[in-house]
């Protein structure tokens, strides 16, 4: 992994061993910003207060090898990326500014497909994950994670009864909470409607009386038009020596005509002539008959007018014109249908919600009976791990149980309180030693114990969720000792099967680690290339002296240093 001017970071490369990496340090070294480089090309949230001041970007490139038929491999090539023999190569860039940007196998992606690859590529846990493990609702999501298919199938279908619940619970509120509203809606809605059937309007009637109107009321002046036209045309009847057009053009086509034989041109023009003498023929006959047809009728005009007004009035209340009050009046009939079906809409949703409620009983009976199940075995599993990491008399159990609630499902013959998740309340118990009552792991553990329990959870969580790499950031907070020591051989044992990353200030864990990095600062505050070394032989006794007695040339520090190198070697 290469890191580029990334908070303390100005230039640094990353290499992690395929089993176990140990990454130390001075405190402000820059541990962190390795685990935030990891976060980054896993999708995490790009702060641009990250960025290094001075620098216009931080970018983050990763290069993981992965097997070809690997989910995230074939992930990846589905959204057109590129293997390189093998290795899938990604990079997060972060601006000054806030803007991100991410690669994967050399083509340009959105940020949520990192975190689509993340699920299948790494498990990481730090201190924030165990702060939030102590909450009980963390606790259920853990225990149901741990579970698997035996939650999630009924899990699912509880939510979505659940959901469905939910809504006929909000209608069938509606309804009844609102029923004065609704009886008024539907009487504005009948007397509208019955406003409208009293009219009878017809589609697009309202633009048809506008323009007949409009003829109507200029009758005269259109019939003295349409009479001067035909006579323009055809002729007047009381001036028949008058010159019209129809005449003229006779005239026009006979002169041609006499001559057309000496000149297909003249022919042509001659046939024009005869065309046009139809078409004004037509013109003036169609003129006669409007002239004929036209209803000067006063008694129809004010006909008109008054359908027109009483149009108007509707069209005042329920639309702009008479096709949009024909579109309220069919939207408003249903509206009504609804409304008026109250009494039988309740009926219905009173039976489904109970229908539902029934189903949800059922399911939360399974989920319930699923977890209490997994608990058991994920409880035996955790304390076995504490066995191992020096708590050996420790006992974890997880309690499952309910609140009573009047309005509830019923669970084991108990009317219980109920969520999106079922009946549950999930919490983790600890019993540090033989005689000692379980209490909850926030109040019954110390600091050392806290911190090895977490562990322990993770590491049964590794068993039921098969990621190629696990990454721990200071897990080991807190602990000292003999059950540091024990840690550290716990990781190892991990990294058999995994690659695992931690970030340690432990030198008993640091110890077990197949390759130890150190990160440091140069004077000026900074992490350069040369600031991420691997260490071997001299050199890492002399951080691992460091880390025990905070001086690396103490000779006590450096037999120690030696000692648990050598027990961590005779142990692998």
């Known amino acids: 992994m290469r890191i580029r001017s990334l908070g303390v970071i100005d230039d640094a490369v990353v290499e992690l061993s395929p089993g176990f990496t140990a990454v130390t340090g001075e405190t402000g070294a820059g ?3 390795v685990v935030t480089s990891l976060g980054l090309l896993l999708g995490g949230r790009a702060d641009p207060a990250l960025v290094r001041i001075g620098a216009k970007a931080a970018v983050v490139e990763g290069r993981v ?24 190569l990604i990079s997060r860039t972060v601006s000054a500014e806030g803007r991100s940007r991410a690669h994967v196998g050399g083509r340009s992606v959105p940020v949520g497909l990192l975190s689509e690859l993340a699920d299948d590529l790494v498990a990481v846990h730090g201190q924030t994950d165990q702060q939030g493990l102590l909450r009980p609702a963390r606790q259920r999501q853990a225990l149901d994670r741990y ?11 509880y939510a979505g009864a659940y959901r469905r619940l939910r809504a006929v619970a909000a209608e069938l509120d509606t309804i009844t909470t609102r029923a004065r509203e609704r009886a008024q809606e539907a009487d504005l809605l009948r007397f509208g409607l019955d406003e409208v059937a009293a009219v009878e309007p017809l589609p697009g009637e309202d633009a048809e009386l506008a323009a007949e109107a409009e003829r109507l009321g200029h ?35 006979r002169a041609l005509e006499s001559v057309r034989a000496h000149d297909p041109v003249l022919g042509a023009l001659a046939d024009r002539i005869a065309e046009l003498g139809i078409l004004l023929g037509d013109v003036a006959g169609e003129l006669a008959g409007y002239a004929g047809d036209l209803d000067a009728d006063p008694l129809r005009l004010a006909a008109v007018e008054e359908r027109r007004a009483a149009l108007t009035q509707l069209t005042r209340k329920y639309g702009d014109s008479v096709d949009s009050v024909l579109e309220w009046a069919r939207t408003g ?7 008026e ?25 399974a989920l319930t009976d699923a977890r209490t199940e997994a608990a058991e075995r994920f409880a035996s599993a955790v304390t076995a791990e504490l066995a191992s990491l020096a708590m050996p008399h420790a006992r974890v159990t997880i309690e499952i149980r309910q609140t009573e609630a009047p309005d509830g499902v019923e669970v084991g013959g108990r009317t219980v309180a109920y969520g999106p998740t079922g009946a549950d309340e999930v919490e983790l118990l600890l019993a540090p030693h033989p005689g000692a009552q379980p209490r909850p792991i926030a109040k019954g553990a110390s600091g ?10 993770e590491v049964v969580f590794a068993g039921t969720t098969p990621v190629p790499t696990y990454l721990f950031d200071e897990v080991d907070a807190g602990v000292g000792g003999k059950a540091a020591v024990e840690i550290g051989r ?83």
């Open 31 to 33: 541990k962190t910003m």
């Open 65 to 88: 090898v992965l097997r070809p038929d690997a989910a995230a491999a074939v992930r990846a090539e589905e959204a057109g990326a590129e293997l390189d023999d093998g290795a899938l």
């Open 147 to 157: 579970a698997g298919d035996a939650v999630a199938v009924p899990l699912e279908k």
């Open 219 to 253: 009758a005269e002046a259109l019939a003295s038009a349409a009479q001067a036209a035909h006579a323009a045309l055809a002729g007047d009847v009381e001036d028949p020596e008058g010159v019209d057009a129809n005449t003229l053009v006779a005239g026009a086509h």
């Open 333 to 339: 009939s249903a509206r009504l249908l609804e409304l």
């Open 341 to 365: 079906g109250d009494d039988d809409r309740i009926g219905e949703l009173t039976a489904e919600r109970d229908a539902l409620l029934a189903e949800l009983s059922q399911l939360a009976q």
């Open 448 to 457: 050392g114990e806290l911190s090895r329990v977490m562990l322990a959870v």
């Open 490 to 572: 716990r990781l190892a044992k991990l990294a058999k099967s995994a690659q695992v990353v931690v970030v340690t200030h432990l030198p008993q864990v640091a110890a077990f680690a197949d390759r130890q990095l150190l990160v440091e600062k140069t004077v000026d505050g900074s992490v350069t290339r040369s600031g991420v070394t691997v260490l071997e032989g001299e050199d890492r006794i002399r951080e691992l002296s460091r880390m025990l007695a905070g001086q690396e040339d103490s000779q006590t520090a450096r037999a120690h240093a030696e000692e648990l190198l050598a027990a961590a070697r005779a142990d692998g």
